[in-house]
């Protein structure tokens, strides 16, 4: 079985907006990497302003999107790295973060990623 890292960034240099309900980035991910749980192993890392996913009581409903801490929920299987220093470079370390991830620090985060068959950034 091989592996795949979906790497999820929504920095500045990609988007206007920072925020991951700012663009389809963040929802096509998710569904990339839902579509690929039942055929290979498969981490999603949150790192830059992709770790705003990971915030506790997410309320989408006036932007009329899915809820995409939602959907990481519906997905128990789907390993979840977070960034941390990414967390703390947003002040969101204290913050109530949702249960289903895995906090790594720079080293380990990218060891997860070299040691994937495949990197697909969003």
């Known amino acids: 079985m091989k592996s795949v890292f ?3 960034d929504t920095a500045p240099y990609y988007l206007l907006d920072t925020a991951p309900y700012g663009s389809e980035k963040a929802f096509g991910a998710l ?4 579509v ?3 055929r290979m192993h498969v981490t999603l890392g949150l790192y830059g302003d992709g ?4 915030a506790a009581g997410q309320d989408s409903r006036k932007l009329g999107v899915p809820n995409l ?7 128990g ?3 979840v790295l977070v960034h941390e220093p990414s967390l703390f470079e947003r ?3 204290e913050e109530t973060l949702i249960e289903t991830l895995e906090l790594v620090d720079e080293e380990d985060f990218l060891e997860a990623m070299e040691s994937s ?6």
């Open 31 to 34: 569904n990339a990497a839902a």
């Open 91 to 93: 002040g969101l370390f």
């Open 36 to 38: 690929s749980l039942n």
């Open 77 to 79: 299987e789907l390993r």
């Open 6 to 8: 979906y790497l999820l």
């Open 51 to 54: 770790v705003y996913l990971v």
């Open 117 to 122: 068959d495949c990197v697909l950034v969003f």
């Open 69 to 75: 801490s939602d959907i990481l929920y519906s997905y």
